[in-house]
T-cell receptor, first 114, second 115 residues
Framework: AQSVTQLDSQVPVFEEAPVELRCNYS??????LFWYVQYPNQGLQLLLK??????LVKGINGFEAEFNKSQTSFHLRKPSVHISDTAEYFC????????????FGGGTRLMVKP | DADVTQTPRNRITKTGKRIMLECSQT?????MYWYRQDPGLGLRLIYY???????NKGEISDGYSVSRQAQAKFSLSLESAIPNQTALYFC??????????????FGEGSRLTVL
């Protein structure tokens, strides 16, 4: 069965600094991978996704993630964060033979400080 | 207007009461889902429906029931609410298999507090 681990529950960072939010998954089959962002008092919205092809995926708001099959990771990065990036970030995985069931990680709260 | 609309957005109730959370969507998707969000646990799937006649239990269905009244409407019920059902509930939709990348489209959430 698929599972997702987000290694950091909170990541504090200063504005304009780089950030990496870590995500590892386990699955016995090929997967699709997603990052969602949840701003305060809002629902989740898709940040980026990996389905196939290039392992470096670019998303909205300057975020990118790299799929590493050998390390079963899909870490999210941004070279320079803004205050407005303060939010909770969720990594999710979907096995290709599992219909459409996403499994979510526990979330990482990114706190950008001025 | 939002593509996925949840009502109510906030609800406080007492133990033992029956509660219904409603979800409607204008995306034309066949697939609809109810998730529960708890701090540190991410989102966990309660129930899902691939079409009007299809209802499936998710990871944590005990204590919940659902009704798919139409393609666009999917409601979640707590027949007898208990305090550990206090959480943020999300409805989501996705497209058809084959034309579906797996992306979910979420409502803004319904915060339920059970006293």
């Amino acid at each position: 069965a698929q599972s997702v681990t987000q290694l950091d529950s909170q990541v504090p960072v200063f504005e304009e600094a780089p950030v990496e939010l870590r995500c590892n998954y386990s699955s016995s089959v090929s997967v699709y991978l997603f990052w969602y962002v949840q701003y305060p008092n809002q629902g989740l919205q898709l940040l980026l996704k990996y389905l196939s092809g290039s392992t470096l995926v670019k998303g909205i708001n300057g975020f990118e993630a790299e799929f590493n099959k050998s390390q079963t990771s899909f870490h999210l990065r941004k070279p320079s964060v803004h205050i407005s990036d303060t939010a909770e970030y969720f990594c999710a995985v979907r096995e290709n033979n599992a219909g459409n069931m996403l499994t979510f990680g526990g979330g990482t709260r990114l706190m950008v400080k001025p | 207007d939002a593509d996925v609309t949840q009502t109510p957005r906030n609800r406080i109730t007492k133990t033992g009461k029956r509660i219904m959370l409603e979800c409607s969507q204008t995306k034309g998707h066949d697939r609809m889902y109810w998730y529960r969000q708890d701090p540190g646990l991410g989102l966990r799937l309660i129930y899902y429906s691939f079409d009007v006649k299809d209802i499936n239990k998710g990871e944590i269905s005990d204590g919940y029931s659902v009704s798919r009244q139409a393609q666009a409407k999917f409601s979640l019920s707590l027949e007898s609410a208990i305090p550990n059902q206090t959480a943020l509930y999300f409805c989501a939709t996705s497209g058809l298999a084959g034309a579906d990348t797996g992306e979910l489209f979420f409502g803004e959430g319904s915060r339920l507090t059970v006293l």
